[in-house]
């Protein structure tokens, strides 16, 4: 069965509404990733967690929270979603510090 | 800084032959990772394979194979005996091992098609 699951797999939000995705993993990993992806951006990394209570800032931070209450689940909170943010996201789980990732199905988000 | 570069956009190719999608990369640190991942249709992002520079045998996992080539920072990835189901998205990625954090640096993808 699927080792990393995101939830809601789709979402319509309201411009200036709080949306948060969770994310949930069974590979017993440390780290945890959330990336975004959009046509002709490829991924790019939002924020990522070296485990319980940690989480850092990637390479497109701003309009976006995460936290990490455990080493199974890990969010990524809009407190004021903007159409901008509309995009699919996907939550990632790894092992050790350089080695491969492990990705969620994505949730494709929609901010009217 | 580092950069992962696909260029070709698009490939078809018959079913059961062999296919080769092309990756170059940059990077100035003397270790790093390399993988290949594959997004079917669905969305699902799916890890395939990895290298890590300071090997020098080509990494294989099934009917994928790798083409490492690091005077050229070049990292093919072979398909042998394509199947239907391998029509799909194709991405390079890297990390290197200086960096604080593991972060993936991914290319912009190759579309793969596999006709009958």
């Known amino acids: 069965e699927a080792a990393v699951t995101q939830s809601p797999r789709n979402k319509v939000a309201v411009t200036g509404g709080k949306v948060t995705l969770s994310c949930n993993q069974t590979?017993?990993?440390?780290?945890m990733y959330w990336y975004r992806q959009d046509t002709g951006h490829g991924l790019r990394l939002i924020h990522y967690?070296?485990?319980?209570?940690?989480?850092e800032k990637g390479d497109i931070p701003d309009g976006y929270k995460a936290s990490r209450p455990s080493q199974e689940n890990f969010s990524l909170i809009l407190e004021l979603a903007t159409p901008s943010q509309t995009s699919v996201y996907f939550c990632?789980?790894?092992?050790?510090?350089?080695?491969?990732?492990?990705f969620g199905p994505g949730t494709r988000l929609t901010v009217l | 800084a580092q950069k992962v570069t696909q260029t070709q956009t698009s490939i078809s190719v018959m079913e059961k032959t062999t296919v080769t999608m092309d990756c170059v990369y940059e990077?100035?640190?003397?270790?790093?990772?390399l993988f290949w991942y594959k997004q079917t249709a669905s969305g699902e992002i799916v890890f395939l394979i990895r290298?890590?520079?300071?090997?020098?045998e080509n990494a294989t996992e099934g009917h994928y194979s790798l083409n490492f080539q690091k005077p050229k920072s070049s990292i093919g990835l072979i398909i042998t005996a394509t199947q239907i189901e391998d029509s799909a998205v194709y991405f390079c990625?890297?990390?290197?091992?200086?960096?604080?954090?593991?972060?993936?640096?991914f290319g912009q993808g190759t579309s793969l098609s596999v006709v009958p």
């Open positions: 967690s070296y485990g319980a209570g940690s989480t």
């Open positions: 990077t100035r640190d003397s270790s790093y990772f």
């Open positions: 290298q890590d520079s300071y090997k020098k």
């Open positions: 590979n017993n990993h440390n780290n």
């Open positions: 990625a890297m990390s290197v091992a200086s960096s604080s954090f593991s972060k993936l640096v």
């Open positions: 990632a789980s790894g092992d050790w510090d350089y080695y491969e990732q492990y």
